[in-house]
Structure formats: C-alpha cells, structure tokens
C-alpha cells in the first residue's frame, strides 16, 4: 500500500520496508542515539543475549502496526495517509527514552514527575524530527501526541494501534525480549492477532476465533514479567543503576530537562561512564561510583527478603507509594542493621498483570467480533470470563530487600525481625 525505498534485515520480522520519510526519521541523530540505549537495562548481566535497543524495537513496533494498518486498509478502510501516520507514530513511540531506559525514568519521575512520552513529545515538536515530518505534510504537533498514545486528534482505534492491550508495541517487545534473552514465554502468534482485527464504531475489536491467540498474549506478558522483567538479580542491577543516578543527580544534572540538546547526549554508555568516575568529594557521590563500578563489573547486591503480595494488603499499598513510608521503612531496617541507609534497598516492583488500555486505564474487557450470516455482532467479554486471564487480574507485586554482601547477614536479620513483627506492620499500616 505505502511505497517503499529501503529495507531493514530484522532478526525477529525478517525484512522491514521502510517508506521515504520513515527513512529520513531512522538516519536522524535522535533515532541513531537508540541504538545507544538498551531496551531492557541491566538485563544483560543476567541474560547475556539482551543486548538489543531501543533502535530496534521501534523499528519492529512500526512495522508491526504497519502490518495492522494493512489488515485493516483491507477491511475497515483506512487511508494511506492513515497508514503511514500509525507507521511514524509506532516508529516514534520511544524517542525521548533516556539512559537505562524506564530505570532513568524511575528517577526523572521523582525529581520533576516527567515521562519519557513527555520528552518524546518535545523531540517530535522541538527538533528537526518535526522538520522532516513537515516536510511530507504531517503535523508535528498531532504526530507528537499521537505517538505517544495521546490520540493527537486522530481516531481512537488508530490510538489503539499504539498503546493498549492490543497495541505493537507489545507485539514486538513480546518476541523481542524472549529472542534476545532465549527466554521463550513470549513466543506468541501475533500474525494470528493482526489478521483478525477490525474496527467497529471506531474501535479495535478482534475475531472471536482468534480469542486464543489474545489469551495466550496476556499469558505471554504475565510470564515474562515474572521469569525476565522482574528476575531478583535483573532487579538488583536495576536497583543500583537507579541507587546510582538518584545519588549523583545533583552533581551530574541528570534530570536536568532545560536544555534538550543535553539530554539527547544522554545514552547508557555515556551515564555509566560519568557515574563510575564521579569525584568523591561526598558520601553520596562515592556511594553512586562504587554502585556504578560495581555494576561494571557483575558485583550486584544480594537480595535479602522477598514477598509475593495481594494489592489488597493495606501495608503494601502504602509502600508502593514512594514517599515517606518507604523512607520510613528503609531507615528502620538500616537502624536495626546498624549500617548506613545507603546500603539498603527497598524494591518494590508492581505492573498490571494485563496491559493498560490506550486511555491509561486498566484493560477489563475485550472487544470480539463474531460473523453471523451477514451481519457482524460485536461483544465486550471481561477479562475476568478468560478462564486463565481471569485467574491473574490484577496487579504482580513482589517485596524484596536487598543490601550489600558485607551487610547481607546483618540486614537479612533485621529484616526478619521488623517484617515479623505484628506490632510495627501494625504501626506502619496507620
């Protein structure tokens, strides 16, 4: 449908076509820094393969939701033009992810409450990415929000291509973290979604006969997120990169967002390179060096406690708040350790066992279709009617504390002892 003027070898989709302007945007300083980013952080320390990017990723997401866009030219007829805005928005989706990627936003979140999707939007707008856009008449004010899944004034089920339970962006990120990390939870029929999807009443609504195919999605998701996302040791590296970037912010200017050229210089390399050679006129600038040294060099910190948890638990929907009691917490446990706060980690990672809906809201239901004679009836069936879906709703919570190896017997100790105790759950559930 689109004319294409080049090809991309992918290991995970083959050969990725790519349209004049997509060209123009992938040879652009801002998608080539990408490459410079990896997709899953610190993974590789404990799956050597997960050494891919961000680069990749958007190239694969846009061909992805180039290859929903078609399916739906052919059935639901969207335009050409429609077509390739769903392409640049999926190949623009992560533009403004910064170094480490979601581990950096941890801390850019703290410190100023911005997104990556925020920064992505100011690329897309305030650099030539928006030229190049102009240039072959879209708009790069729509595209910027657009891409990020903010509609940008176009219809929803074209947002739904972007963000939400059946977006590409899952799509590919699901095949290319089980590829890289050999971890084969994510190796889902996703052709089998893409050929059954159509828009109703301006909606994504799917086949009911490729209702498996959807199921076995959301499964796929739910296991990665346990085997790799969420792996006790990734989590430890990731603790300390972001331990790290939080101790040095001030001297480094991390979350700095006022002059964008900066930011952009921004990459894993380049911060990792900064925070192992910090002066250590400080405690604090010492502490991010040695975590940063000793993420160089594999000496991650040992995890000391662990809890799988119900949301429902009124003292663990408290710590996922960042504030004060997770303050509170890691002070106690540092006091009855009788070591520095610095040395404890408290990590508390939680994500939707099922994706967000294009709206930032929790998916409850998906949209099937069903062919009856020649009439087409569409019905909403809640997630919680998937028999397998259903059984893990919800939210994937885990406790962990971790610390040093030198301070590992002495924390673990303390942790026993204050998380045992009924009087302080008690008292910090207040």
């Not at 997709?39 to 990723?57: D, I, M």
């Not at 910027?144 to 089920?157: C, E, L, T, Y």
């Amino acid at each position: 449908m689109l004319k294409p003027v080049a090809e991309i070898r992918d290991p995970v989709h083959g050969y990725v076509k790519v349209t004049e302007v997509e060209r123009e945007l992938i040879d652009s300083p801002f998608l080539q820094r990408l490459r410079r980013v990896h997709q899953l952080a610190g993974s590789y320390l404990v799956f050597p393969g997960a050494v891919h990017t961000r680069f990749e990723h958007v190239i694969g997401t846009m061909h992805l939701a180039g290859e929903v866009a078609e399916s739906l030219a052919t059935t639901s007829g969207l335009s050409k033009d429609q077509a390739q805005e769903v392409r640049l928005a999926a190949l623009l989706h992560d533009v403004g992810h910064g170094p480490f990627s979601h581990m950096y936003e941890e801390v850019l979140s703290e410190k100023s409450g911005t997104t990556h999707e925020d920064i992505s939007e100011r690329i897309v707008r305030e650099t030539s990415v928006g030229d190049i856009l102009q240039k072959h008449g879209f708009s790069p004010r729509q595209m910027s929000a657009f891409a990020v899944g903010r509609q940008g004034g176009k219809p929803r089920f074209m947002n739904e291509i972007i963000a939400g339970g059946l977006s590409a962006d899952i799509m590919d990120y699901l095949l290319r973290d089980s590829y890289f990390t050999g971890v084969e939870y994510g190796a889902v029929d996703i052709q089998r979604i893409v050929d059954s999807l159509q828009t109703v009443e301006d909606r994504l609504v799917l086949d009911s006969a490729a209702l498996h195919a959807f199921e076995a999605l959301l499964l796929a998701r739910y296991q990665m997120f346990k085997a790799v996302y969420f792996h006790r040791t990734v989590r430890a590296a990731e603790l300390m990169l972001v331990h790290s970037m939080q101790l040095a912010d001030g001297a480094l200017g991390l979350t700095d967002l006022t002059d964008l050229d900066r930011y952009l210089d921004l990459t894993d390399e380049v911060v990792l390179h900064q925070l192992a050679h910090l002066d250590q006129s400080t405690a604090e600038l010492k502490e991010a060096r040695r975590l940063a040294v000793d993420f160089l060099n594999r000496r991650l910190v040992k995890c000391v406690f662990e809890r799988l948890v119900q949301r429902k638990d009124r003292v663990v929907e408290q710590l996922f708040d960042k504030g004060t009691l997770r303050n509170q917490v890691i002070s106690d446990l540092a006091e009855g350790a009788k070591v520095n706060r610095m040395h404890v980690f408290l990590d508390v990672p939680t994500t939707p066992s099922v994706p967000y809906t294009s709206s930032r809201e929790a998916l409850t239901q998906i949209r099937v279709f069903r062919r009856e004679g020649e009439k087409t009836r569409v019905t909403a069936i809640p997630i919680s009617d998937l028999p397998l879906v259903g059984s893990i709703a919800g939210f994937m919570d885990v406790i962990r504390v971790y610390t040093t190896q030198e301070h590992r017997s002495a924390v673990e100790r303390a942790t026993a002892r204050l998380f045992g105790d009924e009087n302080y759950t008690t008292r910090i559930s207040v």
